[in-house]
């Protein structure tokens, strides 16, 4: 058996490449991983923009229907329900949320006095993507349970044009009118 050595500047050559490879490759994965993230925070601030959008698109629909069926001057009446046909286009959507969510919750007898929904988050179908509040006319979107409270505060704030500090005093006495 002839074994041949190797000399070790060689071998020092070698690790050195391994070395280098293993560099260039965890380089790689790793601008994989930022490259990712940065697609997926960008997918959200479309989500949240466009969601954003649609609350002032229901909005605005609410508003002009109130006022194309106002009998007096004396009040403003809102309507009961949002309709799918005042939308010519495209019906608003809430593109935080998936498409198992019912599009739009009419505010309970007992949440009539509330500019919030009780519960502002979504898990599964749970709530609707949108909570409308025929009272007081006041339409608000949902956000992902799935989110830490304040984050869930934060993007609820950016896309109702809220100021809300925590989920909880959405059920308290600070939400009536």
Do not use: C, K
Request: proline share 4%; hydrophobic share 40%.
């Amino acid at each position: 058996m002839n074994r041949q050595r190797i000399p070790l500047v060689n071998r020092a050559f070698a690790r050195h490449l391994v070395f280098d490879a293993m560099i260039v490759i965890a380089g790689a994965v790793l601008a994989v991983i930022v490259i990712d993230a940065r697609h997926q925070a960008s997918q959200r601030e479309i989500a949240i923009n466009n969601t954003r959008s649609s609350v002032r698109v229901l909005q605005a629909n609410i508003d002009l229907h109130a006022a194309l069926e106002r009998d007096s001057i004396d009040g403003v009446t809102f309507p009961e329900t949002i309709e799918t046909l005042w939308f010519e286009e495209e019906i608003p959507t809430n593109q935080l949320l998936d498409g198992g969510s019912r599009w739009v919750e009419i505010a309970a007898e007992d949440e009539r006095g509330l500019r919030h929904p009780r519960n502002p988050t979504v898990d599964g179908g749970e709530h609707a993507m949108f909570w409308y509040n025929p009272t007081l006319g006041i339409v608000r979107a949902r956000v992902p349970r799935t989110l830490s409270d304040a984050e869930a505060v934060a993007i609820y704030n950016e896309i109702n044009g809220t100021r809300l500090n925590e989920l909880t005093a959405l059920s308290g006495r600070d939400d009536r009118e």
